[in-house]
Every structure is written in C-alpha cells, then in structure tokens.
Antibody
Framework: QLQLQESGPGLVKPLETLSLTCTVSGGSISGSGHNWGWIRQSPGKGLELIGNVYYSGSPYSNPSLKSRVTISVDTSKNQFSLKVTSVTAADTAVYYC???????????WGQGTLVTVSS | QSVLTQPPSTSGTPGQRVTISCSGSSANIGNNPVNWYQQLPGTAPKLLIFADSRRPSGVPDRFSVSKSGTSAPLAISGLQSEDEADYYCAAWDDSLNGVVFGGGTKLTVL
C-alpha cells in the first residue's frame, strides 16, 4: 500500500526558506508514471495546490507562488521536495504531499505537517 | 474568494439525502472534469469522486455527482454520522492555468 510521509521543520522564520521532503513507500516514485504534488491548507481555510512534478523533473507551480517555489525529485531516495523562499506569516499552513492520478486528482495523501512562520 | 463556489455549511439528519453545490465557469467546471474530496476532522483530504462521477475503490455509491454545465453538485444519500466532514470540489482552470478548489463545505449530521 502506497504511503507518503512529510518531514521538515515545523517553524520557519520570516523571509527564510521553507523546506519539506515527502518520502514515498510502498511504491516507486519513478515507476508509476504519476506526478507528485504539494498542497497546503492555511488554518481554518481551504486547499491550495502549490505545485507538482513528474519523476523526470518537469515541474508545475501555482502561478501565484511560482517565483518562490521549487519542487524537485530524488528518485534514488524515492522522495520529492518542496522549497518556498522568502516566507511570510501567510505561508503558515498544513502542508500535504500527494500523488496525482490525473489533473486535480490527488489519490494518495500524506498525513500533513504544520509549518508555522514566526520569529 | 475561491474560484469554485460552495456553501460554507450544510446539515442533515441520518438517512436523509443532502446535496452540496459546486459552481464554477466555462474555464473550469464547464470544460474540465470535476473532483471531490472529503476531509474528516484532523485528517488529510481523501479522494471521493474523480472525473466528474467516478468513485475510487472503497467509496460507497451513496456519494454521487451529476454535473451539468458549470455546476457539479455532490449528493450524499442515506446520510450517516461518519459522513460529517468538510467537502471540497476541485478542477483545472484554463484561464488561470492551474488547479482551483472550492472553499469547502462543512457537513454536520444532526
């Protein structure tokens, strides 16, 4: 059974870089032909796609965040990663990693990790 | 303000049929498949409906969508207490060139 697990610091200072990793187990990140994505949910708010990447490294980022977001894949570790630069309090959210079955179809999710931006 | 419009909340009693609306435009629902997610309290969202009306394995047929034009309402029949959750619709938006979500609807089972 496919499992995804987010990891990374739970507290990031303003203007620094948020870095998260998603470790995939129970399946190969490169063998399935899927895209892998990051979604966030601000406290008490709805869902927002940050971006996604194919195992070969073709990334897509939400236009509203594009200049600050980098999503990459490490097939040797069966992981993919997210970096968001110059964070502000508005980036405080629960961050989820997920597998994409198709466009806007996220069929497997990590449990989520809360990242707080604060000094 | 979300691109896809959902009511903030709705409620129903056990056994009842409830509908959660999701309205968009020709750039999203009108031209692309709609997907629905269920988020139980304190958990990650779960795929409930994809490609307008398909259910992943394990999702009961009590959940259904009848898409028409720029609207794709989620219907839940035979409401159960375990259906109490937040529900989100999502679709690709051709104008924004990205995935858009509804603002979410909190379903309370009375």
């Amino acid at each position: 059974q496919l499992q995804l697990q987010e990891s990374g610091p739970g507290l990031v200072k303003p203007l620094e870089t948020l870095s998260l990793t998603c470790t995939v187990s129970g399946g190969s990140i490169s063998g399935s032909g899927h895209n892998w994505g990051w979604i966030r949910q601000s406290p008490g708010k709805g869902l927002e796609l940050i971006g996604n990447v194919y195992y070969s490294g073709s990334p897509y980022s939400n236009p509203s965040l594009k200049s600050r977001v980098t999503i990459s894949v490490d097939t040797s570790k069966n992981q993919f990663s997210l970096k968001v630069t110059s964070v502000t309090a508005a980036d405080t959210a629960v961050y989820y990693c997920a597998r994409l079955l198709g466009v806007a179809v996220f069929d497997s999710w990590g449990q989520g990790t809360l990242v707080t931006v604060s000094s | 303000q979300s691109v896809l419009t959902q009511p903030p909340s709705t409620s129903g009693t056990p056994g009842q049929r409830v509908t959660i609306s999701c309205s968009g435009s020709s750039a999203n629902i009108g031209n692309n498949p709609v997907n629905w997610y269920q988020q139980l309290p304190g958990t990650a969202p779960k795929l409930l409906i994809f490609a307008d009306s398909r259910r992943p394995s394990g999702v009961p047929d009590r959940f259904s969508v009848s898409k028409s034009g720029t609207s794709a309402p989620l219907a839940i029949s035979g409401l159960q207490s375990e259906d109490e959750a937040d529900y989100y619709c999502a679709a690709w938006d051709d104008s924004l060139n990205g995935v858009v979500f509804g603002g979410g609807t909190k379903l309370t089972v009375l």
